[in-house]
């Protein structure tokens, strides 16, 4: 078991591996993309942690005031992504990096630690039972489920916008979400462009690209939001246009 760990920094972010797609042999553009959305949030506090190896071990999270969230609270750390995957799982690493964000929380003077959840977990979601373990509570819900966990240090709690809570908009089209926090997020949208204008389904896609926006968004987020007929579908990504198909069919 290996226990050494890197942070990417603005020196090493172009050499570094990216974790989420480590088995791709491919060239994916959505690395380049994640690349640079990463190079400019290291600046403001965003931390990319990772098992200094081949392998899918890594958290993310950042200064709350700065993250591409629709959530409001006063010194929080915010966790995007905390993920063990494939031989690596069960051996502590989890635990590790928890354990990481926490003491970087506590030496800063953070008054907690928060992510987003649900009621029933989301597959691109971070593991919320896991979170638990270490004091995560729910701090605040939405209409449709979702829920935002919060670890705190101070008594105090964060909470969503208000303007996410019922999950409704007004367009009936198929309306997405997205930023380019997540490297998968790239091939999932020109997926669904490409279904939608080949079956002439109306569909717009909104690239969430300042900070402002994203505070701004009329759903739980976390690099991705999907609607439909003017509800809120869901956080996760679609992996293949069956799930797409199923949403439509509503």
Not at 79 to 84: I, N, P, Q, S
Not at 116 to 141: P, T
Request: aromatic residues 12%.
């Amino acid at each position: 078991m290996s226990t050494e760990f890197v942070n990417l920094t603005p020196e090493n972010i172009a050499s570094e591996h990216l974790c989420c797609i480590i088995r791709s042999k491919k060239a994916h553009p959505g690395i380049d993309a994640k690349r640079q959305w990463l190079s400019g949030r290291l600046k403001e506090g965003h931390v990319f942690r990772k098992l200094n190896a081949k392998a899918t071990v890594f958290i993310e999270y950042a200064p709350l005031e700065k993250a591409w969230v629709p959530i409001i609270g006063d010194n929080y750390y915010y966790v995007y992504c905390l993920w063990v995957s494939g031989n690596d799982k069960g051996k502590g690493y989890g635990k590790s990096l928890m354990e990481y964000c926490l003491a970087d929380a506590r030496e800063k003077g953070k008054s907690g630690i928060c992510m987003l959840g649900a009621k029933k977990q989301k597959h691109w979601l971070s593991d919320q039972s896991f979170a638990r373990k270490f004091g995560f509570e729910v701090v605040d819900v939405t209409e449709n489920g979702y829920e935002l966990l919060a670890l705190s240090l101070d008594g105090t709690k964060p909470q969503f916008s208000q303007n996410i809570k019922r999950g409704e908009i007004e367009s009936r089209e198929l309306i997405i979400y997205y930023d380019m926090q997540c490297p998968f997020v790239l091939q999932n949208v020109e997926m669904i462009k490409r279904y939608c204008e080949m079956n002439g389904v109306p569909a717009s896609f909104i690239q969430v690209d300042t900070l402002e926006k994203a505070k701004e968004l009329p759903c739980v987020f976390n690099n991705w939001g999907v609607f439909y007929k003017g509800k809120f579908e869901t956080v996760n990504l679609l992996p293949d246009i069956s799930v797409l198909k199923r949403i439509l069919k509503k």
